[in-house]
């Protein structure tokens, strides 16, 4: 019998957190799925981790292949998925019990979403503490990711499950992108295709140091890269809304160059761009940081 659900993990040198992502796998409650690792060119012990794994559950397997990044990884595994459903999951987050047995009832439920997603906890690097719940909404999810405003799904690429139908038809994840490949499918996705909100936290993420996400230059060029794609397909309902959209990013970018990359001229250029760009809504969104209600 096919596995209704088939779990996605991309890994690259991933052996420190490996077995505790797997390992919450095998606690979930619902259990008709099949797990595909695709190990992405790996030199440390991933495989050798993997492979005990396959010798002890035949719903596991793995794909080795050279290493291609992170997007060309995922889009690998979902092409060789035998479930209904897809479920992203990364190397190195945890998933809680119920986990794949709630999001697969919202799919299956009278509702019948295309995809689903819930709420997440943001923990340290033992998964020890909560630092953080990171609530998400299944209200405007397209618009309020274009406007770069609160995450709509929390951590998509641990946390969406969806028909596998969706994929493809430009829903997929573009090999040129790596931290922002996420935001650039969750994008596609609620573009076409209608997502709900399971509303509790039901996966745990990890910070880990050195992440990355913490790589300034990576997330100024991915987020640039990324918009323009926006752009290029079109997904802007209107030429004042893009303006708005690309304004918010190059804020993003300038506020991650002054706090985290400690380089104020690279800051400053990126301000300088947003009120060029749109210049009223930039007034307004500095103003309103300095004069709330």
Known sequence: MEPIVSIIIPAY???????????????????????IIVN?????????IIDKYISRDNRIRIINQSNKGVSVARNTGIENAKGQFIALLDADDLWQEDNLKEKVNLLLSNVKPDFVFSDKNIADEKMENILHTSIGSDVNILENYLLWGKEPIPGPCSNLVFKKTCFGNK???????SNF??????VQLARQYVG???PKVLWNYRVVSGSMSKDILLHETDSVKGYMLFKESGVFKSDSFRRKCFSNMYFIVAGSWWKDGNNKTRALYFLLKAFFIAPFHAIKKVLSKFYKP
């Open 13 to 35: 040198n991933a052996d420190r957190f490996i077995s505790e992502t797997i390992e919450s796998v095998l606690k979930q409650a619902f259990d008709s799925w099949e797990l």
């Open 40 to 48: 992405d060119g790996s030199t440390d012990k991933t495989k050798e």
């Open 171 to 177: 829903v997929r994840f573009h090999p040129e992108l």
């Open 181 to 186: 490949a996420d935001k650039h499918f969750a």
């Open 196 to 198: 709900k909100r399971v």
